[in-house]
């Protein structure tokens, strides 16, 4: 069975919820970040890592997620196979790796953004990407209006790939979602699901562990 290499919180969290709906055996691994568990299966010390039973590798989310979709066409999970369906995937999974996934990284990691030491400066950084990534949650809240779903084609590896990103939203955005009632109501429809709810418990037990 496939094996999903993780840490709590993370975007990893998007493959755990898409393998938990495709319902197939797989193992879940916590892992540190550039721990030597992680090296050895990912140079890059990064989540999420996929390895299948022969070895085979496969890294970054939205490549895991599109590889698992296309996997277990079962699970209808792609969000439809037309052609312009398969465009609009790709569209959205290119949109929460580019623009969202990005903006929270000054938020995350301040320091990278600036060569002044002092706390002003970094919490200058902060703010500038919280305001980015509000831009963004816009964008998607425009997108979701009128809309269960992100793609037409209903529930998908897109949903999932969201759903850790507006979790951090939650944390790291000074009004949380207040200004985005869709981006909400999408998080709470996820979050409302069976599945989604074994994984956010694995991944908080294993986050105390």
């Known amino acids: 069975m496939p094996t999903l290499y993780y840490a709590p919180g993370a975007c990893s969290l998007a493959p755990n919820i898409t393998l938990e709906w495709i319902g197939r055996p797989y193992e879940a691994v916590k892992v540190q970040y550039g ?63 580019s623009d969202i996934h990005a903006a929270f990284w000054p938020i995350f990691m301040p320091s990278r953004y600036t060569t002044d030491a002092r706390d002003a400066a970094r919490k200058a950084v902060t703010e500038a990407g919280q305001q980015l990534v509000a831009r963004q949650f816009a964008i998607l809240d425009r997108h979701l209006d009128g809309r269960d779903y992100i793609l037409d084609g209903g529930r998908s590896i897109i949903d999932a790939y969201a759903f850790p990103m507006i979790r951090w939203a939650t944390k790291l ?3 949380q979602l207040n200004a985005y009632p869709n981006v909400q109501a999408l998080h709470d429809r996820i979050a409302a699901d069976p599945a989604v709810q074994r994984v956010l418990a694995r991944e908080q037990a294993a986050g105390h562990a």
């Open 173 to 175: 955005l000074p009004h």
């Open 35 to 97: 721990s030597d568990a992680l090296l050895a299966v990912n140079p890059a010390g990064a989540v999420p890592t996929l390895r299948e039973d022969d070895g085979w590798l496969l890294t970054q989310a939205g490549a895991i997620l599109d590889y698992l979709a296309h996997k277990h066409p079962e699970a209808m999970l792609a969000g439809g196979n037309g052609l312009r369906a398969k465009a609009e995937a790709h569209r959205w999974s290119a949109f929460f790796t």
